[in-house]
T-cell receptor, first 118, second 113 residues
Framework: AQKVTQAQTEISVVEKEDVTLDCVYE???????LFWYKQPPSGELVFLIR??????QNEISGRYSWNFQKSTSSFNFTITASQVVDSAVYFC???????????????FGKGTSLLVTP | DAGITQSPRHKVTETGTPVTLRCHQT?????MYWYRQDPGHGLRLIHY???????DKGEVSDGYSVSRSKTEDFLLTLESATSSQTSVYFC????????????FGPGTRLLVL
């Protein structure tokens, strides 16, 4: 069963619009971590944020904000006043409590491709 | 920059040939991972390592083997490459108080003809 669902495959917005990328996760663990990564056209994976399951505080970093709601198992990502440089594929990921030696291996969603046009 | 390099960055090979991809880190991280990225699948875990000579399988390990004889190097081997192994391969290391956050290398693009 897919543990992380990113239902939006592609989103296209015009520069300066706000955009929200959805992420729904599934886990039975009480301790887990949620992540967002950015993959620009150059291909590298850039870590954006980590959230643990005990911290439901929303976070803001510049134009980026994240809304974590355990009640709906969602960890949504909003970009305010989008810019062309925000064009990328964004991945949401989940890691669950370590029960083997695997550390915190990540379960990724399939990604949302965001295109911001001038 | 988590000090992770991957080599080669690009490779074209033929079906049936062995291929080895290398992941090198400079900061003595205990955990290392290999993922593959394919359209429509996101990233999927192939193998991981929790120390020198300590490795285990991930979700999509068939057709792959790994080795870690030194802390800094984690090798991924395709014993006999197949076209279904055409993919982008990412190496990652874990950081953080309980090793919960992963940083990724630049990736290796592999084409199997």
């Amino acid at each position: 069963a897919q543990k992380v669902t990113q239902a939006q495959t592609e989103i296209s917005v015009v520069e300066k619009e706000d955009v929200t990328l959805d992420c729904v996760y599934e886990t039975r663990d009480t301790t887990y971590y949620l992540f967002w990564y950015k993959q620009p056209p150059s291909g590298e994976l850039v870590f954006l944020i980590r959230r643990n399951s005990f911290d439901e505080q929303n976070e803001i970093s510049g134009r980026y904000s994240w809304n974590f709601q355990k009640s709906t198992s969602s960890f949504n990502f909003t970009i305010t006043a989008s810019q062309v440089v925000d064009s990328a594929v964004y991945f949401c990921a989940l890691s669950e409590a370590q029960v083997t030696n695997s550390g915190y291996a990540l379960n990724f969603g399939k990604g949302t491709s965001l295109l911001v046009t001038p | 920059d988590a000090g992770i390099t991957q080599s080669p960055r690009h490779k074209v090979t033929e079906t049936g040939t062995p291929v080895t991809l290398r992941c090198h880190q400079t900061e003595n991280h205990r955990y290392m991972y290999w993922y593959r990225q394919d359209p429509g699948h996101g990233l999927r875990l192939i193998h991981y390592s929790y120390g020198v000579k300590d490795t285990d399988k991930g979700e999509v390990s068939d057709g792959y083997s790994v080795s870690r004889s030194k802390t800094e190097d984690f090798l991924l081997t395709l014993e006999s490459a197949t076209s279904s192994q055409t993919s982008v391969y990412f190496c990652a290391i874990s950081v953080g108080l309980i090793q919960e956050t992963q940083y990724f290398g630049p990736g290796t693009r592999l084409l199997v003809l």
